[in-house]
């Protein structure tokens, strides 16, 4: 994946009179620095006279070890550089730059957590609250799936009597972000009142609901939780998740055979993922963080079973064995949106399942964002059950709705009505 950079040479833009200059280096940095960067950045961090260079420069040098938390590049950073670059954050003061707090995160050596546990027992409001974004990164990692010490280390946290009410209601938001619910009953037991107290019940009810195990859809984009990185070695993959086990899709490899999946070994999280306006429910299994699935993951999930082009809407048309797995699994956890109605009824004629098929295009046309092309196809299938009347509609109402007047469902749509 080619990034389109702001400047031409960060590592010129980093040293520019610029302030604006400064920052948009350490932005593209971000994306696509590498260890070799640090220093520069973390010079930037704890020097520049800029508060914002300095916030987003440390923001650049956690961004950049992000990418180096887990295999394969983890054992490009070994302990003896982590020993070092952990040596050369102490330049950067956290109460001029609070952004140290993720970096220590993302660096992920042993000795990172008492650190960010000290940010938080500072009496400085913004060293607790860089200090609280630094634990939330540290344990949001796949890195740490199943690591009890860990979990151990922040639930012990609340009985930390130096800790403010703040810093509480901030170690109760990890929790809940991590699906730590070893945590329910210190949360329990807690009266901090007001608003952190309000906050608390609600990491109650994110943890007591992550208790169930996970189902539905779902699509992981190959990105560790809290990692930037534009073109992740993973590649993105969907995973249909039911009561008897796991389906997953792979971008380029297709549909795998159903997998074991381990309720006990996965967990439930709800943080805000990278690029996301809120938090939601997410999950870690299989090696990968997964979110619910969107109505775009679902199209592509339905692109990678079914040609569209090729489709024999026939009502008597022989079903592919692979679709008609894939419609199985997929189908229990689809939601009602047109665009579902209509992958579900694309998946559905592939297996050879006709009349279920119809019934999905017409119960999509009535909802509101139906994507166009649905006319088409239901336009194929009324013909193929005899409805020449219905066809014809379907398809003229192909032409009318479809802006892009090129595309092939609409040229074949004219040919039918020719």
Known sequence: MT???????????LRSRSIHDRCAAARDLSRVGTPAHIEALVERAATDRSPAVRLVTAGAVADILSRYRREPHRSALDDASRAALLDSFRVVDPGQNAGLFPMLACLDTPAVFHRIATGLRDPRAGVRVGAAVGLLRLCISIVHLGDTELETSVVALFSDRRLRPDALAEVARVCGA???SSALPVLRRIDLGGAHG????????VLEAGETPPTGLWVSDGRDAGEVDPSPADGSATLILGDDGATVHTAGDGFA???ELDPARARRMHFRRVGAQEPGPAFQALGRTWFPADADAIEALVAAAVEPESLDWSVDAAGSPAAAAVVDALLPHLGVSAAEDRGAALLLQAAGRADAARS???AAIGKKKCPPDTWFFLGEARAASGDAHGAREAWEATVKKTRKKSLWHVAVARERLG
């Open 178 to 180: 991590c699906g730590y």
């Open 360 to 362: 999905h295009l017409e």
């Open 3 to 13: 990034v389109e950079l702001e400047t031409e040479d960060p590592r010129a833009a």
């Open 257 to 259: 055979a159903p997998v």
């Open 198 to 205: 309000e906050f608390v019940e609600e990491m109650i009810a």
